[in-house]
């Protein structure tokens, strides 16, 4: 028997500043990593999908017209609802066996949800000749996850992955959903993404509560001017509407979004001038809102990012992803990256008791196809 084994990378993400504004109709400025997720995709004869996988030892056969959402199937359920998105389109994928493998550190906040759902896209839409645009299978992806996984996220995640580019980042307009690559120079600079190693318990549940008290704010802040979403106020014209806002815990989240969206746009300034210490100040200053004002923060993200900021050689640091754990991103440079991480590192441990993992990561092209192969015979 003769069947063609195509080849497929989706990559992880980072979100360089712009936090928690996805769905506030903010800017965000993520760029794709060069670790991620690897796919070997075959169609079937029949209508089953077999899902397989390097990193788990569960595996799942499952019949392409009956997904649902099984918790027993774990992580397959991630693909499964990317293929149930292709057939709400009108689309006819037929079986085929999928075995993954990646190497994004799960839970740690840099998208290994989005990646594996990216890659089950690119390859379904290369097996099935589907021909959906990237931006399409972003859209898909997130419809998959929120509607099959029950999870409310934005759409950063999955555009970032999918629409990455060396050696750039990307300036997304959450909202219009307009991008801009914009080169992402660093010199003798690296990313350093450091890992709490921390269950990110609270994610879920404060996410949400989040975004609710986000809502309170727009609504409120409604009464006043017309706008659509809460990152379409300028940082003046906030500072005069404030006062509305009576629960000061509500106002403090709409503080944090509408000035963590002023805070992107000026980082994007400051690289595009080559004022890397500038942008690694409002890194800084992103996470003091976050810890503060919008307290997604937690304790051992805080000691990660104080002990970057005491470090010789850091431009900026700070927490990146949802939170309550999960990892931080850290410019620092390229002599300092060995002293960055002993310091760091020993700081950690000795007020946490635990062991953070460091990753020098650089910049990466989004999901695509990378290659395939044939075989006689599996």
Known sequence: ???????????????????????????????????????????????????????????VATDVDALINEPAHGWANYPKGVVAEFIKLGHEPGGFDFYV?????????????????????????ALFDCG????????????????????????????????????????????SLVHEYVPFN???????????????????????????????ALRIIRREVE?????????????????????KKVRKRAAHAV?????????????????????GKLMNESHISLRDLYEVSCHELDILVEAAWKTDGVLGSRMTGAGFGGCTISLVCESEIENFIRRVGAEYLQKTGRKADFFVAETSDGAREVGAFSRNRY
């Open 1 to 59: 028997m003769h069947r063609e084994l195509r080849v497929f990378h989706s990559p992880g993400r980072v979100n360089l500043i712009g936090e928690h504004i996805d769905y506030n109709g903010g800017h965000v400025f993520p760029c794709a990593l060069n670790f991620g997720t690897y796919g070997m995709a075959r169609k079937r004869t029949d209508r089953e999908i077999h899902f397989s996988s390097g990193n788990f030892e569960l595996r």
């Open 101 to 125: 493998w990646g190497d994004i550190p799960s839970g740690a906040g840099l998208s290994s949800s989005a990646s594996l759902e990216m890659l089950t896209a690119v390859a379904v839409n």
């Open 132 to 175: 959906l645009e990237m931006t399409e299978m972003a859209k898909l992806s997130q419809r998959a996850e929120n509607l099959f996984m029950g999870v409310n996220c934005g759409i950063m995640d999955q555009y970032a992955v999918g629409m990455g580019k060396k050696d750039h980042a990307l300036l997304l307009d959450c909202n």
């Open 186 to 216: 660093l010199g003798r600079n690296k990313m350093i993404i450091a890992n709490t190693n921390i269950k990110r318990g609270l994610v879920d549940s404060k996410y949400n509560e989040r975004r609710e008290e986000c809502v309170k």
């Open 227 to 247: 706008i659509k979403n809460l990152c379409d106020l300028e940082e003046k014209v906030f500072a005069l509407l404030a006062s509305k806002i009576s629960d």
């Open 259 to 279: 000035n963590e969206n002023a805070r992107t746009k000026q980082a994007v300034c400051e690289l595009n001038a080559g004022n890397l210490s500038g942008f």
